[in-house]
T-cell receptor
């Protein structure tokens, strides 16, 4: 059973370009969470999705950021018109249920670098 | 969620027990203590959790004080691969899922050969 798969592992973008980060949850997991980790900081929650629905986006910046988790295919975190401050590691996690942090599994992250 | 306080870094000799403390003096009666770790360039990994009783699994032991205001994660025989940042999190469960969850800066544990 493959773990949470994130790609690309590293993504380099110039200011103003779009970044698309993909996350395939573990098999049987319908709950997906995105987190951002700035250099020398802890992980901060961004958004929680359950198949086709955004449940909680309280941690998402109001502009330029969006997330989706379609019925088929991976969850996508999209950042439009990237700026240097978007440079960070973005982690995706999945779980089979909403409750139970012990069943939360993380991917290896996407390191976004904005030039 | 209750706030937690951890030392920023610790050293431990390989083969010895690593004891990582966490203070959570404002913890509520229905809040669990969770421990995760993050090895460099990887996502966090669940280690163990508990409510008030001490817990042990194949990775570690968790000792929670009787007043629940602090806890200690114990890695009984640390190896070089245990070098990581260890996060102590207090969370209501059930009901407190991973949405809104924030990891602090944790403790950077360095295992010395």
């Amino acid at each position: 059973n493959a773990g949470v798969m994130q790609n690309p592992r590293h993504l380099v973008r110039r200011r103003g370009q779009e970044a698309r980060l993909r996350c395939s949850p573990m098999k049987g997991h319908s709950h997906v969470y995105w987190y951002r980790q700035l250099p020398e900081e802890g992980l901060k929650f961004m958004v929680y999705l359950q198949k086709e629905n955004i449940i909680d986006e309280s941690g998402m910046p109001k502009e330029r950021f969006s997330a989706e988790f379609p019925k088929e295919g991976p969850s996508i975190l999209r950042i439009q018109q990237v700026v240097r401050g978007d440079s960070a590691a973005y982690f995706c996690a999945s779980s089979p249920h909403r409750q139970g942090l012990e069943k939360l599994f993380f991917g290896s992250g996407t390191q976004l670098s904005v030039l | 969620d209750a706030k937690t306080t951890q030392p920023p870094s610790m050293d431990c000799a390989e083969g010895r027990a690593a004891n990582l403390p966490c203070n959570h003096s404002t913890i509520s009666g229905n809040e669990y203590v969770y421990w995760y770790r993050q090895i460099h360039s990887q996502g966090p990994q669940y280690i163990i959790h508990g409510l008030k009783n001490n817990e042990t699994n194949e990775m570690a032991s968790l000792i929670i004080t009787e007043d629940r205001k602090s806890s200690t994660l114990i890695l009984p025989h640390a190896t070089l691969r245990d070098t990581a940042v260890y996060y102590c999190i207090v969370r209501v469960d059930p009901g407190g899922g991973a949405d809104g969850l924030t990891f602090g800066k944790g403790t950077h544990l360095i295992i010395q050969p």
